[in-house]
């Protein structure tokens, strides 16, 4: 797998952000991931969750989704869509496959720290503590993204921070 380091300040965007809302069906705020999200080597079905989103800043130009672990050493990317049209309220269950079946027009998947271009899912070692994924939405400035800043997760980290106008978070975790 590859590792990627990116410094947490830089996933953090400012206070504006408490004005979106993000949720799932497939995934409760705190809840422990189900095997339908977990990564297939885990013994998962690696299918990418529902997302839904409201509160989008009226001046967003894009969104960008993302599926976070924060309990790796420098984090790791488990789910990166970007270029979502800011009019989008939501991405269906399954979107996160290599095709992107269901993707709004336009979205593309980013490379996630596994160095695929699709949703891969949980899979912490095993034995050790569950790990916390974090589901965001954000709200960009910007739209038309450039892939290179998209597949360096160090550059792409600080385009989130640089261009997010808002963003919405919430947390459930996942063990073996």
């Not at 799932?24 to 690696?46: E, F, L």
């Not at 271009?117 to 709200?139: K, L, M, R, S, V």
């Amino acid at each position: 797998m590859k590792r990627f380091v990116i410094p947490a300040a830089c996933l953090f965007a400012s206070q504006s952000a408490l004005a979106m809302g993000v949720s799932s069906p497939d995934v409760a705020p705190g809840s422990t991931i189900g095997k339908a999200q977990v990564y297939r080597d885990c013994h998962g079905s690696n299918i990418s969750p529902a997302i839904n989103w409201t509160g989008v800043p009226k001046d967003a130009k894009s969104l960008v989704v993302t599926i976070y672990d924060r309990d790796v050493s420098g984090g790791y990317w488990h789910w990166i869509v970007y270029d979502i049209p800011a009019n989008a309220t939501g991405l269906p269950q399954g979107a996160g496959g290599k095709k992107g079946k269901g993707l709004p027009d336009g979205a593309k998947q980013g490379a996630n720290s596994y160095g695929n271009h699709e949703y891969d899912g949980p899979c912490p070692p095993a034995g050790q503590a569950p790990h916390h994924y974090q589901f965001t939405i954000w709200g960009m400035s910007v739209k038309n993204a450039d892939p290179t800043f998209v597949d360096n997760a160090i550059w792409f980290a600080s385009y989130l921070h640089q261009h997010a106008m808002a963003k919405a978070t919430f947390e459930a975790s996942y063990g073996r």
